[in-house]
């Protein structure tokens, strides 16, 4: 298991993320799911967060991270 870990104290931060376009409209399919994902890939590796799963569904996207 994936701890972090100092003297006196032990964590693991894990964080479920939905993103939705207003209204919930269905537009995250073909090269628009292929760009957001992307993004939210490069944007993920910069801040050092990990992805441990996503998904990508027509009118939202799920995320769940580790920080």
């Not at 100092?6 to 931060?13: A, D, I």
């Not at 269905?26 to 441990?52: F, H, M, P």
Request: proline share 1%.
């Amino acid at each position: 298991m994936d701890k972090n870990t100092l003297s006196h104290t032990t964590w693991e931060c894990k964080y479920h993320i939905v993103f939705a376009p207003k209204y919930r409209r269905q537009v995250i399919y073909g090269n628009i799911k292929a760009d957001v994902a992307n993004i939210l890939s490069t944007l993920c590796k910069r801040k050092g967060v990990e992805i441990i799963e996503a998904e990508c569904c027509s009118d939202h996207i799920h995320m769940f991270v580790r920080i």
